[in-house]
Nanobody, 124 residues
């Protein structure tokens, strides 16, 4: 069982930056690949970024490639999402998720555990 708690969301102007954090409970954090998803009102939950168990491999949605960076610290049981050059279309609730399977998962059904989400609003 893994419990995930996101933090770091908020209101930011277009072009600004935010860093999201996700803290995981338990002593088996390194056994999970981790992902970030987002969901805007009235839309499906979309993949944003994922990172392998060791942190050696990452994968991004085309819409955020070059602007967002996912990282993890297995010693602190945390995963991060650094978001730069934010756009109004990045506005959504952002969720972190943990996957116990092999490789890097990019679809929501592949993930086993989810956080409660943190709101990110990009607006002037």
């Amino acid at each position: 069982q893994v419990q995930l708690v996101e933090s770091g969301g908020g209101l930011v102007q277009p072009g600004g930056s935010l860093r999201l954090s996700c803290a995981a409970s338990g002593r088996t954090f390194s056994r999970y690949s981790m992902g970030w998803f987002r969901q805007a009102p009235g839309k499906e939950r979309d993949f944003v970024a994922a990172i392998s168990k060791s942190g050696g491999s990452t994968y991004y949605a085309d819409s955020v490639k070059g602007r967002f960076t996912i990282s993890r610290d297995n010693g602190k049981n945390k995963v991060y999402l650094q978001m730069n050059s934010l756009k109004p279309e990045d506005t959504a609730v952002y969720y972190c998720a943990a996957d116990s399977g092999w490789g890097i998962a990019t679809t929501a059904p592949e993930y086993d555990y989810w956080g409660q989400g943190t709101q990110v609003t990009v607006s002037s």
